[in-house]
């Protein structure tokens, strides 16, 4: 977190608001099983930016099988969703893009 933080020039709070933002998209898109493709195009319809929208997407069609799986074993009737889980994925994928573009930038 505290390397989101610094990265983004945001305080934790900020940051924090963005998983939250992050992890309520991920359940409505697990709720709705959608696919990346659908939700790409729900992101897109919503307006958000192009890039965003296709990095939101992206996480969730690298992630949505393991998470739907995740929720199959963990819940009994309707879906449960941990936001913790799809917090750590949005954390994770966050700090790769991140060292990515660091190091993409070290090669410029």
């Known amino acids: 977190m ?3 933080c610094r990265v983004f020039s945001l305080p934790s709070d900020s940051v924090h608001t963005l998983l939250d933002s992050f ?6 898109a697990a709720y709705h099983l ?15 930016g192009d890039a965003q ?10 992630n949505r099988e393991a998470y739907l799986s995740n929720l199959r074993e963990r819940s ?3 879906p449960l969703v941990s936001r913790r889980g799809m917090i ?5 994928h966050l700090t790769r893009a991140v060292r990515a573009e660091r190091h993409a930038c070290s090669l410029r």
Do not use: N, P
């Open 2 to 4: 505290e390397e989101l």
């Open 23 to 28: 992890s309520y998209i991920y359940e409505q």
């Open 34 to 48: 959608l696919s990346g493709d659908k939700l790409l195009a729900q992101m897109r319809e919503l307006q958000v």
């Open 53 to 62: 929208a296709q990095a939101i997407a992206l996480v969730w069609a690298d």
């Open 76 to 78: 009994f009737g309707a």
């Open 88 to 92: 750590g994925i949005c954390t994770d």
